[in-house]
């Protein structure tokens, strides 16, 4: 259960004393802070510690990085993800409790400086609600936090000069040197004739990490000792031009000054504009938004290679694509040297790019490349929400970020972002004027999120409101999709009959608009909610739905449609059939990592198993099953189509078992985990926690 550990493909170089005594901090403390200036090493070594410890944690390691988060009101909503926890409900941070309440994990918060205040306030409770979780945080200074241990991360060791050639070569300083510099000059070495020359380097660059890697890269075009000479002359200046900076600042200063001037006036342009990205980039985008105004669009590959030569951003092959990124403290550095004009022009090209980008890339759309849209969003999620921050800070481009959290509807539901999405839907319709078509589609997008976390009371107004809206000209096509919301929230509510009528009327209204997108998602919420109030006509519109997604490659959707047709054949005593989708959804949904999908058909195959009288197979599913849904922030309760089979399945497995062996069944199936769960559902695994065969028989 590692996230982001040792991505980095440089070596790890030196630090084996913090290591030894960071090691040593976290095992007497449950909060271990690193802390250090930008540039000292302190994300590098967090990961390098994380990786050697993370077999001491029976649940893992997991790595969550906050130096794209923009606003602390989704701290908590960021870290569930990062967990794995999909949609973490109205109240993240008591999700968060629960989940890790029993678990022994190591969690390490990255760059708490951005989001400081809030970060140790959550720090304190989760210390205070889960025993045996640890934390390792890395900020510019310390969280407070009671029981906190603090780490400086000093500098690495440079060499006196009267040192000889094998002392020098030992000093951390000099071993980063060298190693960076042969990834620039291959063969490159320590050796008597440069010894004097590289360990003056290293003292004038005080062996900060950051500042010995961007001069390093200069040796492409640089003589070792033109670069010292260079150096040194660029932090004298600096010296005596800032006296009030810290002399440690004024070396990293001096060094982005340097490495800045060093470039041409288009990697220059490029450094500035690219640090609007938190998310880094790739080369469309970058051409999208960066090019023009001093960069032409066929210079921007090969000022991309020469920002990367220099060391400023680092690129990284992601699905077959190269994308581009900076460390936080050159983007920073960039964006000091972005000019308000270009800003201001950047800005309006920035929204647009990502405006057209959650467009294009709607996965409520049956379309054969679904996957493929839910991923483009996922890796451009820190720059998306940089764009709708922008957008949503400005009356004037708030309807155009409206659009786009609108636009990304289903994005929440399926990443399990829902307390997200409403946060950027309620921003945006705070201030966006009354009677758009955007304001439209923004109150049942909001009343679905709202509904899907069992927050009734916060969906039924802006639900009354979308409805009075839908009716005004021009708007016919908001119609069908408030229906749909209504009817759902009807089924919510506990009137079945009702909300199976508004749903058939939400799906004649597409039908007759020829919008098979919106009768994609009335046919699911008609099969799936309709199941317990008429299965027959649910199970013809799951058989619908299923064949819609299969005609047109929807492979996302047909996991849904499985699953949604399976509990209908089930209310209709077709167990076989039932099983059979399920099981197909459970091996997609488990290979994307589809939670709320993979939550449902586990419960759904624990009722199977019951009925064939496997009771202690019903009971580690329903285990598995408890853990994400408690995840998901709700319950099989909270959906009418689960809620008594959940029951009937769990009471007779209590009496087919008794209730101790339940008990420890059931325990077995919470401790399996995402991969063991699918696996042991879909029947490639024949025991649980190494129970026997005879015994998960039973």
Known sequence: MTTGLLTDKSTFVGRRRELSESRRMLSSSRLLTLTGPGGVGKTRLALKLAETLRSRFRDGVKVVELASLETGELLEPTVAAALGLRDAGPDPEKVLIDYLSSRRMLLVLDNCEHVHDVCARLVERLLRAAPRLRILATSRRTLGVYGEQVLPVPTLPVPDPEH??????????????VERAAR???????????????????????????????????????????????????????????????????????????????CSAGERRLWSRLSMFPGGVDLDTAESVCAGDGIDDIEVMDLLAGLVDKSVLAGELREGRVRYRMLECLRAYGS????????????????????????????????????????????????????????????ALAPMGLAAAAAMWCFWLLAGSLTEGRYWLERGLRLAPDGTRARGQALWAYSLLALRQGDVAAALPPLAE???????????????????????????QGDGRRGLELLRAALALHQAKEDID?????????????????????????????????????????????????????????????????????EFAGEIGDRWCLTQCLEVLAWTAGVRGKHARAAELLGAAHVMWRAAGSAPERLCYHAAWHERCAEQARRALGRRAFAGAFRAGERLGLDRAVAYAC???????????????R
């Open 466 to 492: 979308c409805h009075v809206l839908a009716r005004q000209a021009g708007n016919d096509d908001i119609l069908p999709r408030a229906l749909m919301a209504e009817g759902v929230a009807a089924f919510s």
């Open 518 to 586: 919106g009768v994609l998602y009335d046919l699911y919420f008609a099969a799936a909610y309709g199941s317990v109030e008429d299965p027959g006509q649910a199970a013809e519109f799951g058989e619908q739905l299923l064949e819609l997604c299969e005609r047109h490659h929807a492979l996302v959707s047909r996991a849904y449609a499985q699953m949604s047709l399976g509990v209908a054949r089930w209310n209709l005593g077709d167990c076989s059939r039932a099983e059979a989708l399920v099981t197909a959804a459970t």
């Open 184 to 262: 620039v000059l291959p063969g490159f070495s320590l050796h008597p004739g440069n010894k004097a020359c590289v360990a003056r380097l290293a003292r004038r660059l005080e062996g900060i990490p950051l500042a010995i890697e961007l001069a390093a890269a200069r040796l492409r075009t640089s003589t070792l000792e033109d670069l010292a000479r260079e150096l040194e002359e660029r932090i004298d200046v600096l010296a005596a031009d800032a006296p009030a900076l810290l002399p440690r600042h004024r070396t990293l200063r001096a060094t982005m000054d340097w490495s800045f001037d060093l």
């Open 683 to 697: 029947g490639r695994e024949d025991a649980c926690s190494g129970r026997s065969q005879a015994a998960a028989a």
């Open 164 to 177: 000889g050639l094998r002392e020098t070569a030992r000093h951390d300083a000099i071993r980063l040197f």
């Open 336 to 395: 000091e040297q972005l000019p308000a004009a270009d800003r201001r022009l950047l800005r309006s090209r920035y929204v647009r790019h990502y405006r057209e980008l959650a467009e294009r890339n709607r996965i409520d759309r049956l379309v054969p490349d679904q996957l493929e849209r839910y991923r483009v969003l996922r890796g451009e999620l820190p720059n998306v929400r940089t764009a709708l921050d922008a957008c949503l800070s400005e009356p």
